[in-house]
């Protein structure tokens, strides 16, 4: 983990001094002993204190000094994973309100309430806290307050990955975007015909020079078989040709059937278009309208 920063806040020091010497026995603490009021002894076989990772652990005795605590930390981008919060914290906010304000400033923390009393339902702190909150009682085993500090920044860890993959994956795709429309842009100031068809000759797209050649309307066209346009011949051969090769074939003369059931004699190559693993995922259809090239003088 490399988020093992720990906020606890107890208006009670000697607690406070529990927490440090179970999470951070590294850290100095001011005469502590454990008091079996709130840690109680464990059997489980969870390694010693001394043979653990320790956390980085900052403590408050009051909400409002939590509260800044947060917001130091994030001006140092030293972000809490994880916030053990008892409810009762007299004269100053209770422990509610306190990590009501922690989550306003950094939505990403766990918070773990911590107390001996009943005087805040479940209900009520997941109505308030929303997500990311764990409710506990008074006493617990140091084991257990390990524990759920080590699964909290491991759940903060996690969390975090999977926004940087979701960041990643959105900025792919916006660039990918973009490049779409810029070779779509492109595409469309051809003089040539382009069609983007299916493996199995389904129309996806027609530019301009193409739609304007077969005098359809776009929508006219979208989703319909290719062979539409080309009824004297077996484009579907040419199109699974195309797919099985994956080779650009020379110029083919074809004869294109317009709306108006007119003819127009074309030249015609293809290529696929393969995913990066390999895949044919679509099949670009190139036309070169034929009485047009031979007004075009050399």
Known sequence: MTNRNVLVVDDDQNIVDSYREILSPTQPSSGMSQLDSFVHSSSSKEAPPEQRTPFQVKTANQGLDAVLLVVESLAQKAPFAVAFIDIRMPPGINGLETARRIRELDERIHIIIVTAYSDKHIEEIQETLSHDVIFTRKPLAGDEIYQLARNGCLSWEAQQAHLQEQNRLEHQVENLDAMRWYFTDIISCLNEGIIVCSPFGRIRYMNPAAIRMSGYKPWDLT?????????????????????????????????????????????????????????????????????????VTP
């Open 223 to 295: 989703m319909k078989g290719v062979g539409i346009l080309f009824r004297q011949t077996d484009v579907s051969q040419l199109v699974r040709r195309i797919v099985e090769t994956n080779a650009k074939p020379r110029h083919i003369h074809k004869t294109l059937v317009r709306a108006d059931r007119s003819t127009l004699p074309i030249l015609m190559s293809g290529t696929t278009i393969c995913s990066t693993d390999g895949r044919e995922q679509s099949v670009l259809l190139v036309l070169n309208d034929l009485t047009v090239l031979k007004n």
